[in-house]
């Protein structure tokens, strides 16, 4: 196995037609072991289909030392993660990848037995955080539990280790650019300690939504052997399905393969993270169940995958065909631009629209699935029919809708042409993105003490209330301070936290269709983008950096706060001894000092005017 055969180098700009980017080193052959159990479909990944979810006296002993064990909290992220982890569907990994591991699959996309792996599965904290779950804990062993407090897994904590996060974003990324998804998580959300240990599943994540579609591989599994299906080809999606998306996947089942078996669907869509911006998932499932009415009885089936995707283009697609052999399928569909992140900085994709489909095509037999690669769909108008772009008839004219026209559509309140989705699936989403006239939407002040935020804010506040169109909150900053955070302090954990709950506030404010106006000092970028954030999946987000400068913030100094802070009687103030990250592309920036109140308001007004969110 020491012999590398082939070894694919990244490349600074992918096309269509070059090599892919992906860093794998490629072996003979798929390392694995028979089954340890009898399951219907292909062989899992690996060989075995990993359970880690404890039964009878074991289950009952961990919930019982748990009680007693320090805990920690799961993000989103690292709950789809487990669930995975836990299910089988990371199968072979039993594990958060430990240090070697993750060293093997960041440097050439392999475990460390050289099986193909292209994605690090990890458990990433703040260094301080792991110090204390470790501190006076002899047995290392820690609670993993969900947001309600439910024990998922208990872990041993066997190693530690602070990782390169540049190290990882180049290798497995491609780029360092926050502009990809998938670094802008490493790089202003992961902590920066890695663990690792074995795992011990208490029970699988919590799912209080659509129970009858959610499905572990084994159950998948049950129920292809239930409807006798052999051959099953895996449909991965992050969007809302219209009528070309229907198409693709129906071409895909009537594939023939010349020994008579039909080709039936898994429509496999992700619900558990996908990219900021996209449609949310509540919306996208009953969309998914609206679509499946019109495929023939009994070639479809829809099952939700509880995955965190990283947006990693051709990294990625290895990963997502590894998750689908080990659900059941045999096939799996690859169309243009699988799990792209969208453009760079300089306006070019992260990846080639079929980077995706070339590398997983080159490792097919060792992944042991089928790929099935496909075309972009587009519309012929004159045969009233999709084409996939490269087989349309000569001379014919097409027609398409991005996903930014569709949005548009749905902003202006503009007609959804009956070719491009089903009426149901149009009403679906209009009812989940309302026209802007009547969408909540957030007004985010930030900027130093003093420059002038909780008055423009007033006055905004006042003039939304005589506007009339919807209700407003106002979240001044030292009004939350006192009544929704009086117990933190000024630490910058403590400050990223207000400004946290301040948006948490907003974004139900906003997805109830309101109008919120908050005024904190918001000092930190990281904390204002996970409000952006938070806000935007529900409605409209309007930052206004009041760029007033520190000297006249100082010269105003009605609370004699910069004095004191000049004087050393008050330390950590912001603009003195902690920074203010200026904001790069706030939608507005005024200056208090040249503009008056009344102007200021006028200028915030014209903006939400010409957005469409005021008439």
Not at 311 to 325: D, F, L, Q, T, Y
Request: aromatic share 8%.
């Amino acid at each position: 196995r020491s012999k590398l055969l082939s070894l694919v180098r990244p490349l600074s700009h992918p096309t269509a037609t070059s090599p892919s980017r992906l860093f794998i080193h490629s072996l003979p052959s798929c390392i694995c072991t028979m089954p340890s159990e009898t399951l219907y479909g292909p062989t899992p990944y690996g060989g075995e289909l990993v359970d880690l979810i404890l039964q009878g006296e074991e289950l009952a002993k961990i919930k019982a030392r748990s009680v007693y064990l320090p805990s920690y909290t799961l993000t989103h992220r690292q709950l789809c993660d487990i669930e995975l982890l836990l299910n089988g569907g990371f199968s072979p990994l039993r594990q958060f990848m430990n240090k070697e591991t993750y060293d093997s699959v960041v440097e050439k996309s392999r475990l460390t037995d050289g099986t193909l792996w292209t994605m690090p599965i990890t458990l990433d904290l703040p260094k301080a955080k792991v110090a204390a779950l470790l501190h006076n804990n002899e047995s290392k062993e820690v609670a993993l539990r969900d947001e309600e407090g439910s024990l998922i897994a208990l872990m041993r904590v066997d190693e530690q280790w602070e990782f390169d996060k540049e190290k990882e974003a180049n290798h497995v990324f491609g780029t360092t650019e926050l502009l990809h998804p998938g670094v802008e998580y490493l790089f202003k959300e992961a902590g920066d300690t890695l663990i690792a240990g074995p795992l011990y599943g208490a029970q699988l994540p919590v799912h209080y939504d659509y129970q009858d579609i959610r499905f572990t591989p084994r159950q998948v599994r049950a129920e292809l052997e239930s409807r006798k299906w052999k051959k099953v080809i895996g449909f991965q999606t992050r969007n809302p399905m219209h009528r070309a998306h229907r198409e693709l996947t129906v071409r895909a089942t009537e594939l023939n393969e010349g020994d008579g078996e039909q080709v039936h669907l898994l429509l496999h869509p992700v619900v558990g993270m996908t990219k900021p911006g996209d449609v949310d998932y509540h919306t996208r499932v009953k969309c998914y169940k609206s679509i499946m009415a019109t495929y023939p009885k009994d070639t479809a089936m829809l099952s939700l995958n509880p995955l965190a995707m990283r947006m990693g283009g051709p990294r990625e697609v290895i990963w997502h065909a590894i998750i689908r052999r080990n659900y059941g399928c045999t096939h799996f569909i690859v169309g243009r631009d699988h799990a792209g992140p969208g453009d760079n900085s300089a306006g070019k994709p992260f990846y080639g629209p079929y980077e995706a489909q070339e590398i997983a095509l080159k490792h097919e037999k060792e992944l042991g699935i089928h790929i099935r690669p496909f075309q972009m769909m587009v519309y012929v108008e004159k045969q009233d029919k999709y084409y996939p772009i490269d087989q349309v008839p000569a001379g014919e004219k097409t027609a398409n809708i991005s996903g930014t026209k569709l949005r548009e559509l749905l902003r202006t309140g503009g007609e959804i042409p009956s070719w491009f989705t089903y009426p149901e699936v149009a009403n679906i989403l209009r009812q989940s993105y309302p026209p802007r006239p009547v969408s909540g939407f957030t007004v985010f002040f930030t900027g130093l003490s003093g420059a002038g935020k909780s008055t423009v804010a007033n006055a905004l506040y006042v003039s939304l209330l005589a506007e009339g169109s919807r209700q407003v909150t106002l979240l001044d900053g030292d009004v939350v301070r006192q009544n929704l955070s009086s117990e933190l302090g000024f630490s910058k954990e403590h400050r990223d936290l207000n400004v946290r709950r301040i948006g948490y506030v907003a974004s139900e404010i906003t997805k109830c269709r309101g109008a919120a106006v908050c005024a904190p000092i918001a000092p930190y970028e990281a904390s204002r983008s996970a409000v952006r954030k938070m806000i935007e999946q529900y409605g409209g987000y309007i930052e206004v950096h009041v760029s007033t400068s520190l000297a006249v913030c100082e010269q105003r100094d009605k609370k004699g706060l910069y004095a004191k802070a000049r004087s050393g009687q008050l330390k950590g103030f912001t603009g003195i001894d902690d920074p203010y990250e200026v904001p790069v592309k706030p939608e507005i920036r005024i200056d208090t000092a040249e503009v008056s109140v009344k102007d200021a308001v006028v200028t915030i007004l014209n903006h939400l005017r010409k957005e469409g969110f005021l008439a």
